[in-house]
């Protein structure tokens, strides 16, 4: 049992140091990362993996944006004016999820994702 | 600043259609809209995440979807590594930050698209 716990323990850190690394470097909350690996290593189910890893991502991304904070890369103003309406936008796209078909949003989405990389890749 | 509210209501969105988190779309939206650099879009990306993450993690508490005790743990095991992403995100070349984030979003629209080919038509 007590074994059990520590090999537990043990998952969790690593997963957390692994989704911190990504989030400071990449600029993400490190969910991408998190909740596949609390499905697959502590059998978690797909919502309780993403309701515990926006909570982990509340102190990850905070202490990320202090951190960079300190290196005098955040530009606060362009911050807010993005993040409070993103949760307008998240109510709304959650809202909407039930409604129709993600497929091809999922798809769409893909292909902005592809088009964002090839801007950064060919200078 | 328009542009930035217009790039936060649409990324909102998405993220709450697709559970993808904001950061992947953020990131590309403040270089790619308000032509931030990519490690001050990062940075910025993440002050913008908080109150996203704030508020979805309220929502799925009221529907009993959040493990606090592991997502405490998770958050202070991950903050320390996100310290370390940091300071590796301003001692690499901006050129190799680029490059390694267009590699990233990239692994994501994999996975989207397998996610989408796996769901069965509406």
Redesign the interface.
Known sequence: MALMARRR?LT??A??????????????????L?VPL?VLW?G?GE??A????????????????A???A?G????Q????????????????????QR????A???I???L??V??????VP | MIEAIVIGLAAGVVAGLLGVGGGTLFVPALTIGLGLSQLDAEATSLLAIIPVALVGAARQRAHGNVDLRTGVILGLLGAAGAVGGAALANAVPQRALEVSFAVFILFVATQLVRRALREQPA
Request: proline fraction near 1%; aromatic fraction near 6%; hydrophobic fraction near 55%.
């Open positions: 323990t969790l850190a997963i957390g140091t692994a989704a911190g690394l990504f989030s400071g470097l990449f600029g993400v909350g490190g969910g991408v998190m609390l502590c978690f919502r309780r993403t309701g515990t890893s926006l909570a982990a991502i509340v102190l990850i991304a905070g202490v990320a944006t951190a960079h904070g290196y890369n955040v530009h606060v362009d911050g807010v004016l993005v993040g409070v309406p993103a949760v307008a936008g998240v109510l709304i796209g959650t809202e909407l999820q129709i078909s993600t497929k949003i999922s798809l989405f893909a292909a994702l592809v964002a990389a090839a801007d950064l890749l």
